[in-house]
């Protein structure tokens, strides 16, 4: 049942997100055609030209809002991107002791075949 449920959320977000994408695209035509631009020459302010002043300030204040926001998650993706690469690189560790695979180390001339004798697994009991 919660299976279901997860399932008609998705689809109710995925119905809205493709509503607003062609609500967007539906107005950037609009405005492109209104001040004779291709629709992909728009930026912001170019739209805003033709809202009125009060309703132009808060569109761009929600869009600084956005920017800012959009800056934040991108940070807090490379940090997550940063996270799970050293928990694969210790799963990978952990996997390594486990099967008892060596692992490669080094020594003064360089890289060297070192065997790993770590064993988290206590076999003999």
Request: some cysteine.
């Amino acid at each position: 049942m919660t299976e279901l449920l997860e399932h008609l959320e998705r689809q109710v977000a995925s119905a809205r997100k493709e509503r607003l994408e062609h609500e967007r695209d539906t107005i950037i035509r609009v405005a492109a055609g209104q001040l004779n631009v291709a629709p992909n020459e728009l930026d912001i302010e170019t739209i805003l030209a033709l809202v009125p002043p009060p309703d132009a300030a808060q569109a761009r204040a929600l869009s600084g809002e956005l920017r800012g926001l959009l800056t934040e998650i991108g940070q807090v993706h490379t940090c997550n991107r940063v996270l799970i690469r050293q928990e694969l690189s210790f799963l990978d560790h952990l996997m390594r002791v486990i099967s008892g695979s060596p692992e490669a180390g080094y020594s003064k001339s360089g890289w060297t075949h070192a065997p790993q004798t770590a064993n988290v697994v206590n076999t003999r009991v």
